[in-house]
């Protein structure tokens, strides 16, 4: 299925046909009444001109289509100049609107106070609106954040593992379940390095467990290989015991660093909580475990934006409303200043 913006362009076609007779009318009919035929043949004129500088050419080339389209997602908003084009709309409907009221009721000064009224407290309304739209850019930025700290995170990681996969091969380290899984995981984690978020959440398990596991590898497997890990940390970055509950922690080198704490902020099973607290030779345990907290940040990060994108849709409607009450403004100004010219004195 191919999507084609034209078709859905045109079922909105008769909508938007209506419409403009409708607003035609109300300008026609306002205009007869401040003016009568003149108003009238001025009126036509002015809203002739735009179709007639199009046919000759002089008329400025709008795209009223956007450039791109957001199928099954929140949307965009819009373009500048489309929202342009409906505010004109809204302006122009609101001032013959309110002009054939003020004629229909003979609204007087009062009505045009209570509508001042009215008038002034939108503006509390645009208040919250952009109250709304800071919070929104926090949470944005906060998004963003914690996206990039699981993308760092899995290549701190990805190079630890790599070292070991390195010392594996050599010799040095002879755990042949752990050495397996360094081979294995490292594709593993660079995915997780260049993951947009909404892949991270969809296609990352929800336990450490699960983070250690490749292929067909079963939980006893996984757990295994966490222990030989562990294991592997102690004995190449040992932590001394000085009595009295004191703990000397190994000294900093190539291969025992103390991990970002960006990239460990969390234990969430409480197993091996030291690796969270010094220098250790592969942090897999505490970046699995923050990269799982963050997980959670995300997605509750991404409900508030994806509610946010939802509702910002909407807004444009309060805002075409809002020009449609400035139409009005304008209408009750020019019908205020007609009554004062035809008073005698």
Same mark, same amino acid.
């Given at each position: 299925?191919?999507?084609? %913006?034209?078709?859905?362009?045109?079922?909105?076609?008769?909508?938007?046909?209506?419409?403009?007779?409708?607003?035609?009318?109300?300008?026609?009919?306002?205009?007869?009444?401040?003016?009568?035929?003149?108003?009238?043949?001025?009126? #036509?004129?002015?809203?002739?001109?735009? &179709?007639?500088?199009?046919?000759?050419?002089?008329? %400025?080339?709008?795209?009223?289509?956007?450039?791109?389209?957001?199928? &099954?997602? #929140?949307?965009?908003? =819009?373009?500048?100049? &489309?929202?342009? !084009?409906?505010?004109?709309?809204?302006?122009?409907?609101?001032?013959?609107?309110?002009?054939?009221? /003020?004629?229909?009721?003979?609204?007087?000064?009062?009505?045009?106070?209570?509508?001042?009224?009215?008038?002034?407290?939108?503006?509390?309304?645009?208040?919250?609106?952009?109250?709304?739209?800071?919070?929104?850019?926090?949470?944005?930025?906060?998004?963003?954040?914690?996206?990039?700290?699981?993308?760092?995170?899995?290549?701190?990681?990805?190079?630890?593992?790599?070292?070991?996969?390195?010392?594996?091969?050599?010799?040095?380290?002879?755990?042949?379940?752990?050495?397996?899984?360094?081979?294995?995981?490292?594709?593993?984690?660079?995915?997780?390095?260049?993951?947009?978020?909404?892949?991270?959440?969809?296609?990352?398990?929800?336990?450490?467990?699960?983070?250690?596991?490749?292929?067909?590898?079963?939980?006893?497997?996984?757990?295994?290989?966490?222990?030989?890990?562990?294991?592997?940390?102690?004995?190449?970055?040992?932590?001394? /015991?000085?009595?009295?509950?004191?703990?000397?922690?190994?000294?900093?080198?190539?291969? !025992?660093?103390?991990?970002?704490?960006?990239?460990?902020?969390?234990?969430?099973?409480?197993?091996?909580?030291?690796?969270?607290?010094?220098?250790?030779?592969?942090?897999?345990?505490?970046?699995?475990?923050?990269?799982?907290?963050?997980?959670?940040?995300?997605?509750? /990060?991404?409900?508030?934006?994806?509610?946010?994108?939802?509702?910002?849709?909407?807004?444009?409607?309060?805002?075409?409303?809002?020009?449609?009450?400035?139409? =009005?403004?304008?209408?009750?100004?020019?019908?205020?200043?007609?009554?004062?010219?035809?008073?005698?004195?």
């Amino acid at each position: 299925m191919i999507f084609a %913006p034209e078709e859905k362009v045109m079922i909105m076609l008769p909508v938007i046909i209506i419409s403009m007779v409708v607003i035609i009318f109300l300008l026609l009919a306002a205009a007869y009444f401040l003016w009568k035929i003149t108003g009238v043949i001025i009126c #036509a004129i002015i809203l002739i001109l735009p &179709g007639l500088l199009a046919i000759s050419g002089y008329f %400025p080339a709008i795209r009223w289509l956007p450039y791109r389209y957001n199928i &099954g997602g #929140a949307g965009e908003v =819009g373009s500048p100049a &489309g929202i342009s !084009c409906l505010f004109i709309a809204g302006i122009l409907t609101g001032w013959a609107f309110f002009i054939l009221i /003020q004629k229909a009721f003979r609204a007087g000064e009062r009505f045009r106070t209570v509508f001042d009224i009215f008038l002034i407290l939108t503006a509390a309304v645009n208040g919250i609106f952009w109250v709304h739209d800071k919070e929104i850019s926090s949470i944005q930025s906060a998004h963003q954040e914690t996206s990039m700290n699981i993308n760092s995170s899995s290549a701190y990681l990805l190079k630890q593992v790599e070292y070991y996969d390195e010392q594996c091969r050599n010799g040095v380290v002879k755990n042949v379940l752990s050495c397996q899984w360094a081979s294995d995981i490292q594709g593993k984690l660079n995915d997780y390095t260049y993951q947009l978020p909404s892949v991270f959440m969809q296609f990352t398990p929800d336990t450490v467990v699960g983070l250690y596991k490749t292929y067909n590898m079963s939980d006893s497997q996984a757990e295994k290989i966490r222990e030989e890990l562990n294991e592997y940390n102690l004995r190449m970055c040992p932590e001394k /015991q000085l009595g009295q509950g004191v703990t000397q922690l190994a000294p900093p080198s190539r291969l !025992c660093q103390e991990t970002p704490i960006q990239y460990c902020d969390a234990i969430i099973e409480n197993k091996y909580s030291h690796t969270a607290r010094g220098e250790v030779a592969l942090a897999s345990e505490c970046v699995f475990s923050s990269m799982l907290r963050n997980k959670k940040i995300l997605s509750k /990060q991404g409900t508030e934006l994806s509610e946010s994108s939802q509702n910002s849709n909407f807004r444009w409607l309060w805002f075409i409303l809002l020009s449609v009450l400035l139409g =009005g403004k304008v209408a009750t100004l020019m019908y205020k200043i007609r009554e004062s010219s035809s008073v005698k004195v």
